[in-house]
């Protein structure tokens, strides 16, 4: 009976954190012009709040949820964007990308739970939310662009000033949350 209720108290978290980054898809996105139509979005937060505070197996379930249903059609991504089309374009890796993103920022909360803070969270957020999502997303938009990988990275470094404010939005919540109301166990720490 006890693992039942766990196994539906995760499914809510999971559906929960999968609604919260859709909902950020409601903030209008901020268009780059010179990126081919790559738009600055409030969404990447969303995989950093669900790792810190879900931990990596369901912070990366509730991203794989989003990714799942912006795949069958639902227009969750900022600007009403949904469908299989999505995946066709060039940020398409930085959709995919959260998953694992989500996955890395929620093991490393898990691995240092017991002595995290809001810098500890800050720095896992940057590797999981940033490093991570930025090494899955900037090569597939240099395929898929035909650019230059060292182009296309040095063009998407105008977002990390606002990935290193995201993931530090995410920290000081994820934090906030872990002292009131923490979602990681105790016992992930030691694993």
């Not at 920022?105 to 739970?113: Q, S």
């Not at 810098?119 to 930025?134: K, P, R």
Request: glycine share 14%.
């Amino acid at each position: 009976m006890s693992g039942q209720r766990t196994s539906t108290r995760d499914i809510v978290y999971i559906a929960l954190f999968a609604a919260l980054t859709a909902a950020l898809g409601l903030f209008p996105p901020i268009p780059i012009a010179f990126l081919g139509g790559v738009s600055v979005t409030a969404q990447s937060i969303g995989l950093m709040l669900a790792g810190a505070i879900l931990g990596g197996r369901r912070g990366a379930l509730s991203m794989l949820l989003v990714v799942g249903l912006v795949a069958v059609g639902l227009p969750l991504l900022a600007g009403g964007r949904g469908g299989l089309g999505v995946f066709a374009g060039p940020t398409a890796g930085f959709l995919v990308g959260w998953v694992p993103a989500a996955y890395v920022v929620g093991k490393l909360h898990e691995w240092a739970w017991n002595r995290l803070n809001v810098v500890t969270s800050f720095i896992f957020c940057a590797i999981g939310g940033i490093i991570v999502l930025y090494a899955i997303g900037v090569p597939w938009m240099a395929m898929n662009i035909g650019a230059p990988l060292l182009k296309v990275a040095m063009a998407s470094s105008v977002f990390v000033i606002g990935d290193v404010i995201k993931a530090g939005i995410a920290a000081v919540i994820a934090v906030a949350i872990k002292r009131a109301y923490p979602l990681i166990e105790r016992r992930a720490a030691v694993s």
